[in-house]
């Protein structure tokens, strides 16, 4: 790799790595655990995934979506079911990559990808405004007017920067330019010390301190279920995310599999369950961060935060780093999708904002969800709507109809509604030569349909059937002439 590239990655990683400390401070706090726990996940995760990932340049970290699945298991339960469930969770991600089911993101809708990502960038910028309170109280007064004056500035620094420079990220400029200034100055703002203390030492290895039996698993399984499909989901997501910004090729198996190993030495070294984090991937990215040394530098970095340099890193101001999200929130919502709302069909604009509205109210999983089953309803809508039939009177007196379409279960009341039993000639036959049978529906269908011209001392005979038809037919015992 060329000495450019590689302190691209270093200074990008750099970059990312004060990005997650908040976030991962942040994120274990909401899930009632200690900071460290949140530092620990980051470290191990981003730094695994980025050496045998299949995305260079995507971080992963302790999510916010995973803390919010697992704050109710730590209360009841407390921090050693955490770690089993964190433990079980990795090993179902890796199941799920290693049976390559990571294709089935392409079964997300682009509508859904949009709605996605207007929804998190919404939801990265409204964590920011937490950070302009203290004890659950607004700031006010001079501490609220140097807040802003000071995210105002960080945002200005990054914006500004690179039409100066592109030799380093703007995004550590800012932050270090900003902490430097309070420093220096000895302004009166709150600092990343301020939401928690970070020395520690090394991570240690220990299985989790839980009753191995059958009553463990009924009360861990359920979060490790929804852990793991939470965080395939967002890394997914993220990763067609990353691959369009990059305009190259991610391999979502191999990430699938990255992430659970990750997830399970986690959970083994005492650290939180995690996925990719879709604003330190744009900060990542944003900052030239493109290959693998970048993850392994941000993940590097935290550790190297908590065993060596925790007494400058708490001086960071929390303005500097509010101000940074808040222009990754900005550069990721996906600005021209309001440009095209009244240029698209009107089911698309609904769908992108289903799913930003409820991932900003509920969460990623639900509205991903959502989303896929409002475009899947609409798809067989529309499918359905498209089978016609051309009918026509043969020479001999039948009658020849000519279908085509779509025929599943969303078609089958139009597709009966074509023909007339009770009126039509006594032979009948149907072409399937444009007709795609799909499902057991379309089968019961056309048994329907010739049972009716049965009952009326009728003959109906199909021809032109696809191979694949026949053998649908003929396994469910259907004759088909």
Avoid at 76 to 81: I, K
Avoid at 334 to 342: H, I, Y
Wanted: glycine letters at 10%; charged letters at 10%.
């Amino acid at each position: 790799m060329k000495p450019k590239r590689l302190r691209a990655d270093a200074l990008a990683g750099l970059t990312t790595s004060f990005a997650l400390l908040p976030e991962c401070i942040a994120f274990a706090l909401v899930a009632h655990l200690n900071p460290l726990m949140g530092l620990y996940g980051a470290f191990i995760i981003c730094t695994l995934t980025a050496l045998f990932g299949g995305r260079p340049g995507m971080i992963s970290g302790a999510a916010g979506s995973m803390a919010v699945v697992i704050v109710a298991l730590v209360v009841q339960h407390g921090v050693q079911y955490l770690l089993a469930t964190v433990l079980m969770g990795g090993l179902l991600m890796m199941a799920f990559g290693l049976l390559r089911l990571g294709k089935l993101v392409r079964m997300v809708p682009y509508p859904v990808m949009l709605g996605f990502v207007n929804g998190l960038a919404i939801v990265i910028a409204l964590a920011q405004l937490e950070h302009f309170k203290s004890g659950g109280t607004w700031l006010s007064g001079t501490a609220l007017y140097l807040m802003i004056g000071l995210v105002a500035l960080t945002m200005a620094i990054v914006y500004v920067l690179p039409r100066l420079t592109r030799a380093v990220p703007p995004a550590l400029v800012a932050i270090l330019g900003v902490g430097l200034a309070v420093y220096l100055l000895g302004l009166p703002t709150r600092t990343l010390g301020d939401m928690a203390h970070i020395a520690g030492g090394l991570p240690g290895l220990a299985l989790p301190q839980v009753p191995w039996n059958l009553e463990t698993l009924r009360i861990v399984a359920p979060y490790a279920v929804l852990m793991a499909l939470v965080g395939l989901l967002e890394t997914l997501l993220t990763l067609n995310l990353t691959d369009e910004i990059t305009e190259s090729r991610g391999y979502p198996d191999r990430e699938c599999v990255a992430l659970g190993a990750a997830n399970m030495v986690s959970g083994l070294f005492g650290g939180m369950g995690g996925c990719a984090m879709i604003g330190q991937t744009v900060i990542n990215l944003s900052s030239s961060g493109r290959g693998r040394l970048s993850g392994v530098v941000a993940g590097g970095m935290i550790l190297l935060f908590v065993l060596f340099l925790s007494p400058l890193i708490e001086r960071i101001p929390l303005a500097a780093l509010v101000g940074v999200m808040f222009v990754v929130a900005q550069q990721t919502f996906a600005w021209a999708s309001l440009r095209v709302l009244n240029k698209v069909p009107l089911n698309d604009v609904l769908v992108i904002i289903a799913v930003t509205i409820i991932t900003v109210f509920t969460d990623l999983a639900i509205a991903v969800l959502c989303g896929i089953v409002i475009a899947a309803l609409n798809f067989a809508w529309q499918q359905a709507r498209e089978l016609y039939a051309d009918s026509y009177l043969e020479a001999d007196g039948s009658k020849l109809y000519r279908l085509h379409g779509t025929l599943f279960f969303a078609s089958t009341a139009p597709f009966l509604n074509q023909f007339d039993p009770a009126n039509d000639p006594h032979q009948v036959t149907l072409d399937c030569r444009h007709l795609s049978f799909v499902d057991y529906s379309a089968i019961a269908a056309l048994k329907t349909l010739r049972e009716r011209y049965v009952k009326t001392g009728k003959q109906l005979r199909v021809f032109h059937l696809s191979e694949r038809c026949k053998k649908m037919l003929k396994r469910a015992g259907v004759a088909h002439d």
